[in-house]
């Protein structure tokens, strides 16, 4: 019953967009002391936000909002939009060109983070580069063995597209060859029955003379 309440008020912020603990315990058909817990783990899984507002006289009262990261709980329609789109390209577009494009969006991708890795030693341009990959839903992490860095991709949140187009496993790579303006040599593949996504650096030939790691 809880789960179906807490599920409920969610649709209804959903629906309508704002609303008040009162409004709330109307369509749930629940007590405003209910609504309260509800919204309070809510926000504490940060899926609720919370805003005062004023009308007149009087105290201030809450109006209640979900976040964006609420709104990716309900199913969407992107997967079978963006797989339609690529079978589009595909029958319209030379196999060349349909890599051109997708080399494109890693170069696009590695520009907007250009700046953060520009002049930074090499090992930290890796652990940088590990971070803005968490920030694409890779949740990504970093490993020296022996003379080279391998950076791991714990989840693909392209592995449902992947699946279909391998195509878009090419991204990956390009994005951080590019963004590390160097070589980097695909180790694993989740596609390929792997527990997951790794990217190769090897220390000696990508550093400059005399540049030692810490």
Same mark, same amino acid.
């Given at each position: 019953?809880a ?18 603990i ?7 058909s ?11 783990n809510?926000q504490?899984k ?6 005062e ?10 109006v209640?909002?979900l ?5 990716e709980?309900?199913?969407? %329609?992107?997967?079978r *939009? #963006?797989?339609? $789109?690529?079978? !589009?390209?595909? /029958?319209?577009?030379p196999e060349?060109?349909v890599?051109e494009?997708?080399?494109a969006?890693?170069s ?15 090992e930290? %341009?890796?652990?940088? *580069? #590990?971070?803005l $990959?968490?920030? !694409?839903?890779? /949740?990504?992490?970093?490993q ?15 592995l ?5 187009h ?5 991204m990956d790579?390009?994005?951080?060859? #590019?963004?590390?303006?160097?070589p980097?040599?695909?180790v694993?593949?989740l596609l ?12 000696r030939?990508?550093q ?7």
């Amino acid at each position: 019953m809880a789960n179906e309440t807490r599920d409920l008020i969610v649709r209804t912020l959903r629906t309508r967009g704002k609303c008040t603990i009162k409004e709330l315990a109307e369509a749930a058909s629940v007590s405003p002391v209910s609504v309260r817990h509800h919204l309070s783990n809510l926000q504490v899984k940060g899926l609720v936000d919370v805003e005062e507002k004023r009308q007149g006289v009087g105290r201030p009262h809450h109006v209640y909002s979900l976040t964006e990261q609420a709104f990716e709980l309900f199913p969407t %329609r992107y997967l079978r *939009l #963006t797989n339609r $789109l690529i079978d !589009e390209m595909k /029958e319209s577009l030379p196999e060349g060109k349909v890599l051109e494009l997708f080399a494109a969006v890693a170069s696009t991708m590695a520009a907007a983070y250009a700046q953060q890795l520009k002049g930074l030693p090499l090992e930290e %341009r890796m652990r940088r *580069l #590990t971070e803005l $990959l968490c920030t !694409e839903g890779f /949740e990504a992490d970093l490993q020296q063995r022996g003379d080279s860095l391998v950076i791991r991709e714990l989840a693909c949140p392209y592995l449902r597209i992947g699946q279909e187009h391998r195509e878009v496993c090419q991204m990956d790579e390009d994005f951080i060859a #590019t963004a590390l303006s160097l070589p980097v040599e695909r180790v694993t593949c989740l596609l390929e029955g792997d527990a997951h996504c790794s990217y190769q650096v090897n220390i000696r030939d990508s550093q400059p003379e005399g540049e030692q790691l810490e």
